[in-house]
Nanobody, 120 residues
Framework: VQVAESGGGSVQAGGSLTLSCAASGESFSEESMAWFRQPPGKERELVAAISWNGGRTDYAASVEGRFTISKDNEKNMLYLQMNSLKPEDTAVYYC??????????????WGQGTQVTVSS
């Protein structure tokens, strides 16, 4: 699965953004997917994950209740709705296939990511 992220931008604290991830490859509908982010000067981290059919979602504690991950298998699209944004959400956001046994360092390839900047 190859991915291309979009939808980032600059917003004030409390604002909202929706990130999109366009995926190519016939296996997208069968894959669990996830959003990751890398804040400036920090390691990449898992933000949210969704099962292949959207039946299960999991969130990092820092975004629980504010972010919503969704998946459209017909359109080969993954989304991340981000509400009540905080300055600490500032990061480059990436989507990728989600492997439960992987840590972020084990992924071999990433898209270009999309920058989200939240000002106070």
């Amino acid at each position: 699965v190859q991915v291309a992220e979009s939808g980032g931008g600059s917003v004030q604290a409390g604002g909202s953004l929706t990130l999109s991830c366009a995926a190519s490859g016939e296996s997208f509908s069968e894959e669990s997917m996830a959003w990751f982010r890398q804040p400036p000067g920090k390691e990449r981290e898992l933000v949210a994950a969704i099962s292949w059919n959207g039946g299960r979602t999991d969130y990092a504690a820092s975004v629980e209740g504010r972010f919503t991950i969704s998946k459209d298998n017909e359109k080969n699209m993954l989304y991340l709705q981000m509400n009540s944004l905080k300055p600490e959400d500032t990061a480059v956001y990436y989507c990728n296939v989600y492997y439960t046994s992987y840590n972020v360092h084990q992924y071999e390839s990433w898209g270009q990511g999309t920058q989200v900047t939240v000002s106070s």
